[in-house]
């Protein structure tokens, strides 16, 4: 049977299928008759049930919600990747990390064995605190991106898991770039305070 909004919502996609059988019609034509559940049911049976906690995966991003990217993890098969699972640096919708059919590493967060489903993260695949503020020096002028305007100032990701405060002022906006000068790190406290420059 074929299902008309199904094809549709795969034009221009990569999908995987079983080939289960090739036929010939009344017609003389050979045709092949696939079957995608079957692809996904031996990819989750031999590939994604063997994995176990830390792996790292490929994956490709699917389409982006409010509170998550959705991911195929092989064959189709969907997990769903939180925000806070994107990165330690607050950003406001997936969409400020990635792009839809991004393909990326994942780590396997946790495995739901009994209902088949495998979250993931990039979070961890981005370095700790630490490592990333040992790239960065006081003193220091960079580039960051700005990831939240609050009353008490503005927050500035410098890397995917690095962020710092800097002075509020109300001519940025989330997503914009800018020069930003690093006026101190606290290691002890895993903060770093910026000036805004350009």
């Not at 990165?87 to 780590?107: A, G, H, W």
Request: charged share 30%; glycine share 6%.
């Amino acid at each position: 049977e074929i299902k008309d909004i199904a094809i549709i919502t795969r034009v221009g996609k990569a999908v995987a299928f079983k080939v289960m059988q090739i036929e010939k019609t009344k017609s003389g034509k050979t045709v092949a008759i696939l079957s995608r559940r079957e692809a996904q049911r031996e990819c989750m049976q031999s590939y994604l049930m063997d994995l176990e906690k830390g792996d790292i995966i490929p994956a490709r991003i699917t389409h982006f919600e409010d509170f998550g990217a959705f991911l195929d993890i092989g064959c189709g098969i969907p997990s769903l990747m939180s925000v806070d699972s994107i990165s330690v640096s607050r950003i406001s919708t997936p969409k400020d990390r990635f792009y839809e059919r991004e393909e990326l590493k994942v780590i396997v967060k946790s495995i739901d064995y009994e209902n088949s489903r495998i979250y993931v993260s990039t979070r961890e695949l981005f370095g700790t605190w630490e490592e990333n503020a040992a790239i960065f020096s006081e003193g220091q002028t960079v580039r960051g991106v700005i990831r939240s305007v609050e009353n008490y100032g503005i927050f500035v990701e410098l890397a995917p898991n690095l962020a710092g405060l800097a002075e509020y002022r109300d001519d940025v906006y989330p997503g914009q770039t800018a020069a930003v000068y690093i006026k101190s790190i606290i290691k002890d406290k895993m903060k770093i305070k910026l000036i805004i420059i350009d």
